[in-house]
Nanobody, 119 residues
């Protein structure tokens, strides 16, 4: 069982930046594909970005391309989401997710961290 703990959410003005982090328990972090999802009020959870286990190949949804960057530090067991040029439409609870070891489907989820962007 992997435990994921997010941090770094908060309130920021439109146009600002924020970085959220997610730290995983255990010693096999480099076997997990990691991702970030978000859920805005009244909407379904949506994919934001993902990063592969060791090579660091990344994918992101079109709405955040060129604004958000996902990265990981396998030595620290941590994945980051750097969010720039934030807009009120980015307001959501952001969830960290991990795949099963060497898998691609997300199996483990964090509790979420609130990001609020004011206009």
């Amino acid at each position: 069982q992997v435990q994921l703990v997010e941090s770094g959410g908060g309130l920021v003005q439109a146009g600002g930046s924020l970085r959220v982090s997610c730290t995983a328990s255990g010693r096999t972090f480099n076997t997990y594909t990691m991702g970030w999802f978000r859920q805005a009020p009244g909407k379904e959870r949506e994919f934001v970005a993902s990063i592969s286990r060791t090579v660091g190949t990344t994918y992101s949804t079109d709405s955040v391309k060129d604004r958000f960057t996902i990265s990981r530090d396998n030595a620290k067991g941590t994945v980051y989401l750097q969010m720039n040029r934030l807009t009120p439409e980015d307001t959501a609870v952001y969830y960290c997710a991990a795949s099963s070891p060497f898998g691609s489907s997300f199996r483990y989820w964090g509790q979420g961290t609130q990001v609020t962007v004011s206009s």
